[in-house]
């Protein structure tokens, strides 16, 4: 079964700078795919970014960018230019097939504070 | 086009009652997933239907159940509440041809069991 793990359990970053959020996954599939979804404290989950495993480039929208490195079955999320509106939960989540669809293995979460 | 909506967005309950919960899925999308989300066990997969039948089932007791009708919409049901039922209700929708399979969620309902 697939494994997220995300180590930072809080983050603080200034305003206008960038951060990284940490995320390794752990699975045996050679095709899969990886999720960055922000919950704010409404609770909603807001889907971020998507990168394919044969996904030869980085994944980009707008201000997130995924840094993918397969052999060390990392997927971390750069957020340049934080914004005060940036702060909230931040879920890594992995698709896992099923024997019929998919679902989605999340991991712990890091909480992501934005100083002004 | 409207996003996943989910009623109620707040419920309490008492030990033993029941609950219904309802997920109205993207118009267009097919398959809708629900999670439950607690601060000890974080987000777990509960279960998954597509044209009105479940296709996939969490590690849930069988006081958890759902249903999905012919316009994609969801219901799940806990029967017997425990207080450990506790969490936020997370609905999901996706289009199920469409790679990357991404799936759009709902804004929650949080249940509080009392």
């Known amino acids: 079964a697939q494994k997220i793990t995300q180590t930072q359990p809080g983050m603080f970053v200034q305003e206008k700078e960038a951060v990284t959020l940490d995320c390794t996954y752990d699975t045996s599939d050679q095709s899969y795919g990886l999720f960055w979804y922000k919950q704010p404290s409404s609770g909603e989950m807001i889907f971020l970014i998507y990168q394919g495993s044969y996904d030869e480039q980085n994944a980009t929208e707008g201000r997130y960018s995924l840094n993918f490195q397969k052999a060390r079955k990392s997927a971390n999320l750069v957020i340049s230019a934080s914004q005060l509106g940036d702060s909230a939960m931040y879920f890594c989540a992995m698709r896992e097939a099923m024997e019929y669809g998919n679902k989605l293995v999340f991991g712990a979460g890091t909480i992501l504070r934005v100083k002004s | 086009k409207a996003g996943v909506t989910q009623t109620p967005r707040y419920l309490i309950k008492t030990r033993g009652q029941q609950v219904t919960l309802s997920c109205s899925p993207i118009s267009g999308h097919r398959s809708v997933s629900w999670y439950q989300q607690t601060p000890g066990q974080g987000l777990q997969f509960l279960f998954e239907?597509?044209?009105?039948?479940?296709?996939n089932k969490g590690n849930f007791p069988g006081r958890f159940s759902g249903r999905q009708f012919s316009n994609s919409r969801s219901e799940m049901n806990v029967s017997t509440l425990e207080l450990g039922d506790s969490a936020l209700y997370l609905c999901?929708?996706?289009?199920?041809?469409?790679?990357?399979?991404?799936?759009?969620f709902g804004p929650g309902t949080r249940l509080t069991v009392t």
């Open positions: 999901a929708s996706s289009l199920v041809a469409a790679i990357p399979y991404e799936q759009y």
């Open positions: 239907y597509f044209s009105e039948t479940q296709r």
